[in-house]
């Protein structure tokens, strides 16, 4: 039978300083988690997945310094988990994925935000997880080390990778698209 | 002096990211007064850099309802509930392991907490959302007992509530047309009170038919909103107080 009952005000027991910096890093986690899966719905639910382990498993947070990181890691988990029980996630480091739609091909009709967008969506999964935390969250590379549980000269290794496969899509593009800078082709 | 050609592309990457020490900074800086080459290639790895952040601008990117509760309509606070605590998930957990449940702490005074509040009216409606995201049998006992008892007292004493349950992820499970004594009781309470709203993920319910190809079959008295985030969000403008199980 029905016979229990609950206080709603003891569920808001938690370190309301935890709570809040979780609260502000909400954004910062959705937009991550769209750079990664390029859908909002999916984006919406990763995050809303990260925020509710980071609050079950806030005693394991151990310095709070590092709650941004710890927390980015979470939503690492939950993306890795996603992808797990789909069964998608596949070590591709090394693989070349085939880019139907070149931006130089088709730039009239994409604005630069969305080449952009179509040429990070095409990395290899680890390399634009990688991409993204640096530039989008200015993580150190021991950070990103650290998030994503590999060593820091792997960091560096698929961040060059993937710098470079945006860049022999994108400047070529930018190029087109903006007469005024005098681009060199260095290799 | 160092070259152009001396410089990796990792060194440069990581000159641009700020991840290098003085010394190495240095021999960079020093190089670039004088190479024009590695000029160009530490250009180009900025200009990506540029691109990416302007690609993900957080303000084109992030939606209204996943920015901070302080930064959303301040009149969502309303009864100073609301917002401040939109994510309260995995709480109840921990909170069941500690604490005994009791007739002393249930909804029935915490609403009449807020109605103590001056500055809300006797007679308006209080609105409250109870949000269900986890399948455990604990929670849904929970909530459709604290539901009932809530819209049983606000009757009795003639006062004006409307409650919404709504229900994602596992906690789909609460609305599904199974028989199941959950399922069994919303159906029961949802004819006895017509001011109770059943309201389903209507995200969580494409995944599930994109993951197994069949639909899931729900009890005839849920509706099906665009999403549980946006539910929330829409409900909080309007001032409902939100409850997480």
Same mark, same amino acid.
């Given at each position: 039978?029905?016979?229990?009952?609950?206080?709603?005000?003891?569920?808001f027991c938690?370190s309301r300083?935890f709570?809040?910096?979780?609260e502000?890093? /909400?954004?910062?986690?959705?937009? %991550?988690?769209?750079?990664?899966? !390029?859908?909002?719905? #999916?984006? $919406?639910?990763?995050?809303?997945?990260?925020?509710a382990?980071?609050l079950?498993n806030?005693?394991?947070?151990?310095?709070?310094k590092?709650?941004?990181?710890?927390?980015?890691?979470?939503l690492h988990?939950?993306?890795?988990?996603?992808?797990?029980?789909?069964?998608?996630?596949?070590?591709?480091d090394?693989?070349?994925l085939i880019d139907?739609?070149?931006?130089?091909t088709?730039?009239?009709?994409?604005?630069?935000?969305?080449?952009? /967008?179509?040429?990070?969506?095409? %990395?290899?999964?680890?390399?634009? !997880?990688?991409?993204? #935390?640096? $530039?989008?969250?200015?993580?150190?590379?021991?950070?990103?080390?650290?998030?994503?549980d590999v060593?820091?000269?792997?960091?560096?290794s698929?961040?060059?990778?993937?710098?470079k496969?945006?860049?022999?899509?994108?400047?070529?593009?930018?190029d087109?698209?903006?007469?005024?800078?005098?681009?060199?082709?260095i290799? | 002096?160092k070259?152009?050609?001396?410089?990796?592309?990792?060194?440069?990457n990581?000159?641009?990211?700020?991840q290098?020490?003085h010394?190495?900074r240095?021999?960079?800086?020093?190089?670039?007064?004088?190479?024009e080459?590695l000029?160009?290639?530490?250009?180009?790895l900025?200009?990506?850099?540029?691109l990416?952040?302007l690609?993900?601008?957080?303000?084109?990117?992030?939606?209204?309802?996943?920015?901070p509760?302080?930064?959303?309509?301040?009149?969502?606070?309303?009864?100073?509930?609301?917002?401040?605590?939109l994510?309260?998930?995995?709480?109840l957990?921990?909170?069941?392991?500690?604490?005994q449940l009791?007739?002393?702490?249930?909804?029935?005074?915490?609403?009449?907490?807020?109605?103590n509040?001056?500055?809300?009216?006797?007679?308006?409606?209080?609105?409250?959302m109870l949000?269900?995201?986890?399948?455990?049998?604990?929670?849904?006992?929970?909530?459709?007992?604290?539901?009932?008892?809530?819209?049983?007292?606000?009757?009795?004493?003639?006062?004006?509530?409307?409650?919404?349950?709504?229900?994602?992820?596992?906690?789909?499970?609460l609305?599904?047309?199974?028989?199941?004594?959950?399922?069994i009781?919303l159906k029961?309470?949802k004819a006895?009170y017509n001011?109770?709203?059943?309201?389903a993920c209507?995200?969580?319910l494409?995944?599930?038919?994109?993951?197994t190809g069949?639909s899931v079959?729900?009890?005839?008295?849920?509706?099906?909103?665009?999403?549980?985030?946006?539910?929330?969000?829409?409900?909080?403008?309007q001032?409902?107080?939100?409850i997480?199980?």
């Amino acid at each position: 039978m029905y016979n229990t009952r609950m206080n709603p005000i003891s569920l808001f027991c938690k370190s309301r300083e935890f709570k809040q910096q979780l609260e502000l890093l /909400r954004p910062r986690l959705y937009r %991550l988690a769209f750079s990664w899966t !390029q859908d909002h719905a #999916l984006a $919406d639910d990763l995050t809303q997945d990260a925020l509710a382990k980071a609050l079950k498993n806030s005693n394991q947070l151990r310095d709070s310094k590092k709650q941004d990181s710890w927390t980015f890691g979470i939503l690492h988990n939950c993306y890795r988990d996603y992808f797990r029980k789909q069964k998608q996630l596949e070590n591709i480091d090394d693989f070349n994925l085939i880019d139907e739609h070149q931006p130089e091909t088709d730039y009239e009709h994409y604005s630069i935000t969305e080449a952009v /967008r179509n040429a990070v969506s095409k %990395l290899p999964d680890n390399q634009r !997880q990688i991409l993204t #935390l640096v $530039d989008l969250e200015g993580f150190s590379y021991a950070d990103v080390a650290q998030i994503l549980d590999v060593p820091t000269g792997t960091v560096m290794s698929r961040l060059c990778r993937a710098r470079k496969a945006l860049a022999s899509k994108l400047l070529h593009y930018a190029d087109k698209t903006d007469k005024t800078v005098a681009l060199r082709r260095i290799k | 002096m160092k070259l152009n050609e001396d410089f990796s592309d990792e060194i440069l990457n990581a000159f641009i990211d700020e991840q290098l020490d003085h010394d190495e900074r240095v021999q960079i800086l020093s190089a670039l007064r004088h190479d024009e080459v590695l000029t160009q290639r530490i250009c180009d790895l900025q200009k990506i850099r540029n691109l990416v952040q302007l690609a993900y601008s957080q303000k084109e990117i992030v939606p209204e309802h996943q920015l901070p509760a302080t930064e959303m309509h301040q009149s969502s606070l309303r009864k100073g509930v609301a917002a401040s605590i939109l994510i309260v998930t995995g709480i109840l957990g921990g909170w069941f392991s500690h604490q005994q449940l009791t007739t002393e702490n249930n909804l029935v005074q915490y609403a009449q907490t807020i109605r103590n509040n001056p500055a809300i009216s006797e007679h308006e409606t209080w609105q409250v959302m109870l949000h269900v995201s986890h399948n455990e049998a604990r929670r849904f006992k929970v909530l459709l007992n604290e539901t009932e008892n809530l819209l049983a007292t606000y009757k009795k004493n003639n006062q004006p509530v409307h409650i919404e349950i709504l229900a994602n992820g596992k906690g789909l499970d609460l609305i599904k047309d199974e028989s199941s004594p959950h399922s069994i009781k919303l159906k029961q309470l949802k004819a006895k009170y017509n001011n109770l709203i059943v309201s389903a993920c209507g995200q969580t319910l494409q995944r599930i038919k994109k993951e197994t190809g069949k639909s899931v079959a729900l009890i005839p008295e849920a509706n099906v909103v665009r999403s549980a985030i946006y539910q929330i969000s829409k409900r909080q403008k309007q001032g409902w107080t939100y409850i997480h199980i």
